[in-house]
């Protein structure tokens, strides 16, 4: 090979050396470069600004979005209405309501004819544009080709030769900085040409600079739907030398480095009711994003991204067993289930560690929640606007955030759902008459929170209950006090003071009911449907015991009330199964992807199958006869719904069929199409699988599946504020670690607690036996920054 030549920096050294073999676990890699967006492209993201890199040889393409350029909402041609009628709809809906609650049941279409409503102006998440990188074409052979996404680092890399000259590129976002960043090495001359394209949906005024230090592509307009103003600037810097201009391009020549800087801004602001930040030019800040940026130097930017993405990545570990493998990441996923176990486990750690590096990637403060495609959007009307719905798959999407202690990544969320309370109160007012906030199936960038017009799904007034699971939720996890006062208890309440007005009394049997219901994307509309019930029970549960805790005790006695009289929505049907509605009217023979009335299994704790065996088993009827085969969300939840259930072979049965059918070469989830929600869904499951805390005890492997004979976890989080290390053998924990921020009593329920067992503390430090408990529980007075270790007495494993 030929010697290395004229390199102008110790970087370009150090960035030819073999690229770091991280643990297979931690690394997406293939041998060809994308070129399908959907399939193969590898995401990179600092949650508002998202990237696809396709790593090409000839021209490399990344594929860039910004979360928060949407068409349509305020501004739009022909106006725009939030969803809202002008009009009260209450009379139209109470008198559904009452034929419901006499008994009738109706198709959604009929309903919707009355309820539903044409979006007008709701818009789509939109493409940011590409940057085009090409190179001078060589009539030499590539080889050694690779292209990888580094989970640990949170860069995308492409790597390669062509004839003698080796080839390097290195891709990241920052979170801390605000911009793409794009690094390019060569053992040779480089011969390059950047442009950057946006689509012709909106205006675009260009202007192209070039000099000794390098050059400059600054683009900016508006989206032609809405005025809403966007702009890139894009940096071009090499090591050494000058760029130049052509056309619209921009040209470098020379024997060195080269970095691209890309910063992308709009003038939206997530305030209701009109999305702009007033006074601010995009094109201003993306400016200085990019000065700013470029200021740092690369290994600067590159430092202070790798340290921000750790402080969040680096948190949890989970070891199933994985063999290093030498399979790329497409083969490594067409050959899983096919006998070579360490392989599987291999895939499985891998997509686990994906999953919480894409919320990390695709949601951090400051910008909108995650969406259906996380940050990540090619298309001017991708599927579903890209938007936010809110029957399952928003809420999917944070899953994960608690438990894979990336908590921080909830803040776009419960930023995005305060700002959802305002409009949500006029949704309340139009459709019930009634009081607090609520909103139907989804949403956009522009707070719309009325129902469509879609029979199959538009109404899901409980929205806005589930939503505020999440800030309960939080709360329990992280027991803080003033979250929950200033944040969660507002959006809690304006929840329960909704339902508190909107149910109705049912007079088959005089409880309190939703109506018109309507269970997920399923069935006809009729009066208590399992899933509401459960939903508004949850919801005022929490609400009871906020309230409480914050000593609010007129509101306090008012749920109580309401739920002395509340149908929970727990009922065995004929065929054994949980009911899907108030009248008995399942088909064992239906396989809807849709499970929506096993909410109180999971997300809900209504249903604990230690303390309710006959509605455990209830589920357990229902998710047989619905069957395991479904789309990719839809496997994610039921992972989650069979971990609940403590069956750990039938939960990693699931994660297998999602892995199998479900699961693009890059590992995205497609439903189809590509849905991010599954990755997260699975994620969460995989933990559900391995610690459980939802009913005021922390249950250690409550779901091991046989096929994770041998592992460990490292770094998840139950709620009461502990965080839980746990290894386990094929005769079950082997050792429990807990480090607990606050002071209190904690339950624990672990097979180690059965046998004898020895206990650490680190303060004061005291080791000696545990007393065995043949149920295998046990109680520990934890103390706020205290770690305790708990270890089998005896480490062989005799089966
Ligand atoms: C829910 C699902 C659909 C799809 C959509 C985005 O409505 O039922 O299958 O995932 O979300």
């Known amino acids: ?133 090409e190179l001078e074409q060589s009539a030499d052979p590539v080889s050694d080709y690779r292209r990888e996404l580094d989970l640990v680092a949170g860069v995308a890399r492409v790597k390669y ?22 690094r390019w090495y060569s053992t040779s001359a480089q011969k390059v040409r950047v442009r950057y394209t946006v689509p012709d949906n909106r205006t675009a005024q260009a202007r192209t600079e070039a000099g000794a230090k390098g050059g400059r592509i600054a683009i900016s307009g508006a989206l032609k739907s809405n005025g809403l103003k966007y702009a890139v600037e894009l940096l071009v810097i090499p090591d050494c030398g000058g760029v130049t201009a052509e056309g619209d391009a921009l040209r470098f020549e020379g024997d060195c480095a080269l970095t691209f800087i890309l910063a992308a801004r709009t003038n939206y602001q997530m305030r209701y009711p009109d999305y702009r930040a007033a006074g601010v030019d995009p094109a201003v800040v993306a400016a200085r994003d990019a000065n700013t940026a470029a200021a740092r130097q690369t290994t600067g930017l590159a430092g202070r991204h790798r340290e921000d993405h750790q402080a969040l990545y680096s948190r949890v570990k989970l070891d199933l067993g994985a063999v290093k493998t030498r399979l790329t990441t497409d083969r490594l996923r067409a050959g899983y289930g096919s006998g070579n176990a360490g392989n599987d486990r291999a895939l499985e750690q891998l997509y686990f560690n994906f999953g919480r590096y894409l919320l990390i990637a695709s949601s951090r403060a400051g910008a909108l929640p995650a969406n259906l495609q996380g940050v990540w959007n090619d298309k001017a009307t991708p599927p579903w606007n890209a938007d936010y719905h809110v029957n399952i798959n928003l809420q999917m999407n944070y899953w994960p955030a608690e438990v894979a202690n990336l908590a921080e990544t909830t803040a776009p969320l419960f930023d995005f759902v305060d700002h959802l309370v305002t409009p949500g109160k006029l949704a309340a007012q139009r459709y019930f008459g009634a009081p607090g906030w609520t909103m139907f199936l989804n949403t956009n960038a522009w707070g719309y929170v009325g129902p469509i017009d879609w029979p199959t799904a538009f109404w899901q007034p409980e929205a806005s209950a589930w939503l505020a699971q999440h800030y309960y939720e939080h709360y329990l996890f992280s027991r803080d006090e003033a979250f929950l006062k200033k944040r969660a208890w507002p959006v ?27 269970s997920p994307e399923h069935g006809p509309f009729t009066a208590g449907a399992s899933m509401s019930q459960q939903i508004v029970a949850d919801l005022f549960e929490n609400t009871a015991a906020a309230a409480r805790i914050l000593k609010d005790k007129p509101f ?12 929970r929505g727990l009922r065995i049907g004929k065929w054994g199964q949980l009911q899907e509605w108030k009248p008995d009217l399942d088909d064992a023979k239906d396989d809807h992807r849709h499970v929506s009335h096993l909410f109180a299994l999971h997300p809900g704790r209504a249903i604990d199958p230690e303390k309710n065996e006959d509605l455990a088993a209830a589920a357990r009827k229902t998710l047989d006869a619905r069957g395991d085969a479904s789309t990719g ?88 504020d502990v965080t839980v290390n746990i290894k386990w053998d094929a005769c079950g924990a082997t050792s429990i670690q807990l480090s607990t921020g606050r002071d209190g009593a904690l339950k624990l329920r672990s097979s180690l607690f059965k046998k004898e067992y020895v206990i650490e503390s680190a303060k004061p430090r005291r080791i000696g036996p545990g007393a065995v408990s043949p149920g295998g529980e046990a109680t520990l007075e934890a103390r706020r920054n205290g770690f305790y270790s708990f270890i089998r007495a005896d480490p062989v494993c005799e089966q």
């Not at 306090?556 to 149908?567: H, M």
């Not at 599954?678 to 610690?691: C, D, P, R, Y």
């Open 633 to 720: 969300w839809s496997r994610a939840w039921k992972i989650n719904f069979w971990a609940r259930l403590r069956d750990g072979d039938r939960a990693h049965k699931l994660l297998a069929g999602l892995l199998s059918e479900s699961t693009l070469p890059n590992l995205w989830d497609t439903h189809p199409p590509f849905q991010i929600d599954g990755n997260f869904g699975a994620t969460a499951g995989m933990i559900e699988m391995l610690v459980q805390s939802q009913n005021d005890e922390i249950v250690i492997l409550p779901a091991l599946p046989q096929a994770w004979k041998q592992g460990s976890v490292d770094g998840v989080r139950a709620r009461g």
């Open 492 to 518: 809690m309440k304006g929840a329960a003071e909704f339902w508190l007005a909107a149910l109705v009394t049912d007079p088959r049997d005089g409880k309190l009911v939703v109506s018109p219901s309507y």
């Open 1 to 133: 090979m030929r010697r290395l030549i004229r390199l102008t920096s110790c970087a370009c050294l150090m960035a030819l050396a073999p690229l770091a073999q991280a643990a297979d676990a931690t690394l997406l890699w293939y041998d060809k470069p994308a070129t399908d967006w959907e399939k193969e492209a590898l995401p990179i993201g600092n949650g508002r600004i998202g990237a696809m890199v396709f790593g090409g040889v000839e021209s490399d393409r990344l594929q860039i979005a910004e979360k928060s350029l949407w068409t349509g909402g305020p501004g739009s041609e022909g106006g725009y209405d939030y969803g809202l009628p002008a009009d009260s709809q209450a009379a139209v809906m109470s008198a559904v309501s009452k034929q419901l609650l006499e008994g009738a049941t109706l198709a959604p279409e009929a309903v919707a004819k009355q309820l539903g409503r044409k979006m007008h102006n709701y818009g789509d998440y939109q493409s940011f544009g590409d940057l085009n990188i």
């Open 161 to 182: 030769k062509q004839g003698n000259v080796g080839y390097r590129r290195e891709y990241f976002v920052s979170y801390p900085d605000q911009v793409l960043v794009g």
């Open 556 to 567: 306090e006695q008012r749920i109580v009330d309401a739920l002395a009289k509340l149908d």
